[in-house]
């Protein structure tokens, strides 16, 4: 598998705000990849930046190995979906499908073809003739999509294409999406700040924070390995705790917690005061353990959350399934927490 | 029930304002159309035909020969068609960049901008066209400054011109081409320009096929505002054109002026006019009904 777009050393300034300090990114062929990060994180820009709509301070772009960072947007073989779709208002639907093909050069009856082809891909066959204004807003997506993908790019940019819609509409679209990234072979590169759409649809995921890739990796490697403190805290729920770190060797690490000596999966740090993450659901009640008093306990339907406070004074949330043999601790109620040995991350800061 | 009355109620003033200004105005033109003259000015209670053939139709000097078009009005209407259909272009190339740059810059500006804009048309319009005429007359601040320069040895003789006329007309109207389009820009959302050029538009095929088109109701709306008004002006040809410069405005001024008028007649070129101008406007609304 190649590579589609390699990133590197990328720097863009805004006046005297730095939106990218150096970002090195190689992204593959073929691969669903979501750049990921609250608003303000530069993805967007990163973005932009592939797209053509704004220029680099610094570093280099390649697309298939091709230098393309002063290329302007028209002259890169790349189509990105808009946030809000930026469909044509003025043309039909088939003309919006049409337009990229238009500009390409093809024949009226060939773009008409493809562009028909395109809208049944997305299920529109029957708005043809419609006007953008005239379709609800998941439809006005898929259009959007027909558009960017018509022209056959080898590299599909998307910015936050879903969060105009609604829940029930975002999560069907998340698997139309994947398996039209599937179907047609290209590569996606998908911008997002929910977590829960970068790891249901993602091959790779990059996370970024203040203009610089935190981490990056599969779904699992990202939400079971988070490597610092953002990371752990932006993607699901987490528990964060200090720890004293006595040795690390290869493979594990002993720390003491809360009063109670415990492995867990080295990580690249030395020993002293560190932080580790373990999630809710790793978290259970058991006859021994750290000691804890249950503060509250929420009700989520599937789930059961258990607040608890330690005696240290950290607070700790556990998840346990609603399984229905479950009787949930009372408030108050001193309980024992155990803690899955495999499952606690020791982070970088 | 009680709902609608008050609608009714509220929107009283309203119909008061239109019937009373609009209404009954252009009615009682159409009527004055086909009276008789007196010759003091003023209308005697007689119907008659003789305003509309006096536009239309010559029987020579001594209104003997048969019937034939009279050109002389015609030539007027037209020469002000064109006039004002220059002014609308000139208007319309000078005032799109103007609005595009306005709409542009940071909101907090803009406001700025546009009170500028605005700015010289607190002074009254016959005040601001004589100032123009004193600008560009033969021994006026503008042949003074090319001669000044050796650009010219001797003054541009500009006043009295079509181009004189032009000035007027463009410097009077050129606020209502650059408001309408700014409005229209404003609310341009610019990702369209991305998205044309991510589907590998070219610039100027942006402008064309994208940016055009999505602005298009403020530009028809910018020189419909420029265009009717222009059409019937008389300040800007009396001052600062000479006789060659005549148009409809003057014309119809001349109608109501003194004894030497003929209300009718000056009633009938107004209906012509009208006529013109709705037609202009019917076939703006038919455009805009075909768009699906």
Redesign the interface.
Known sequence: MGIAVDIRHAVKRYGTVTALHDVSLAIDDNAFFTLLGPSGCGKTTLLRLIGGFEETDGGEILLFGQDIAHLEPNQRPVNTVFQNYALFPHMSVLENVAFGLKMKGLDTAARTARAGRMLEMVHLSGYADRLPSQLSGGQQQRVALARALAPEPRVLLLDEPLSALDLKLRQAMRVELKTLQEENGITFIFVTHDQEEALTMSDRIAVMHAGTIQQLGTPREIYEAPVNRFVADFIGETNILEAEVHAVSQLTATLSLAGQTVTCPAAAITPGRHHVSIRPERVTLAASGLAATVERVIYLGTDLHVITRLSTGAEMRLRMQNAGRVTPPEPGAAVHLHLEEGALRLLAD | MADTRRRTLLLLPTWAVIGVLMLIPVLLMAVYSFLTKEFRGGVEWQFSLAAYDQFFLTRGLFGDEPAAIEWTYINIFWRSIWQAALATLLCLMIGFPTAWFIATRPPSSRAIWLFLITVPYWVNLLIRTVSLKFLIRDNGPLNEFLIALNLIDNPLPLVNTNLAVQLGLFYSYLPFMVLPIYAAVERY?T??S?????????RW?TLRE?IL??V?PGIVAGCILVFVPSLGAFLAPDLLGGAKTFMIGSLIDEQFRGSQGNWPFGAAVSMVLMTLVLIVLMFHARAQGS??
């Open positions: 959302d990702a369209l991305e998205a044309a050029a991510d589907l590998y538009a070219s095929t994208i088109p999505v298009k768009r699906r």
